[in-house]
């Protein structure tokens, strides 16, 4: 089945502890993207990525990391997490970034930096 | 700066018709989605616009105006699964793309 996923689907953790949430599609999807949605404001994107080893900043980038080293995975990395980043991220995937490429969306994940 | 604009809320009947409405100032245009969100769950592909006109699928049919950065959401024959919120996305001359808040739709029996 094709599907993007994401882990862990629920995260509750403390100020400053590291923590990843990993991203992976079965498509073979060149672009992959993360989003947070948070009430009133929608979705944002945090980062992008165009192929493999190729990664760009979105909206809204601090205090994240990414990295793309397959093509399949998509990991986002808080190096230390605070409240402000208590949100709910997806990830999403596409053919390609231009044209009529839908993206695919992952179940999501909804972090709590208490 | 880039805005896309959409009603907060929407409130329909089962079996009526029922219009979204989007408006947006983009740099620059290479495209509009529409996206349904039922709530606590993943945005799902619903149109693409590229080209002035209505694009239909169903019971969902989608329209776009370039020259006054305007489109909608037409639903027909709404049904009860069909409450969910709907997200208006443009995609701007770098090809990024743009999402409004999202419209939340409620059908009552």
């Known amino acids: 089945e094709a599907q993007v996923t994401q882990n862990p689907r629920y995260l509750i953790t403390v100020t400053g502890k590291k923590l990843t949430v990993t991203c992976s599609q079965n498509m073979n999807h060149e672009y992959m993207s993360w989003y947070r949605q948070d009430p009133g404001l929608g979705l944002r994107q945090i980062y992008y990525s165009m192929n493999v080893e190729v990664t760009d900043k979105g909206d809204v980038p601090e205090g994240y990391k990414v990295s793309r080293k397959e093509k399949r995975n998509f990991p986002l990395i808080l190096e230390s997490p605070s409240p402000n980043q208590t949100s709910l991220y997806f990830c999403?995937?596409?053919?390609?970034?231009?044209?009529?490429?839908?993206?695919?969306f992952g179940p999501g994940t909804r972090l709590t930096v208490t | 700066g880039q805005n896309i604009d959409q009603p907060t809320e929407m409130t329909a009947t089962e079996g009526a018709i029922v219009q979204i409405n989007c408006t947006y100032q983009t740099s620059g245009f290479n495209g509009l989605f529409w996206y349904q969100q039922h709530a606590g769950e993943a945005p799902t592909f619903l149109s693409y616009n590229v080209l002035d006109g209505l694009e239909e699928k169903g019971r969902f049919s989608s329209f776009l105006s370039r020259s006054k950065g305007y489109s909608y959401l037409l639903l027909k024959e709404l049904q009860m699964k069909d409450s969910a919120s709907y997200l208006c996305a443009v995609q701007d001359n770098t090809d990024k793309l743009i999402f409004g808040t999202g419209t939340r739709l409620q059908v009552f029996p």
């Open positions: 999403a995937s596409s053919l390609y970034l231009a044209g009529a490429y839908e993206q695919y």
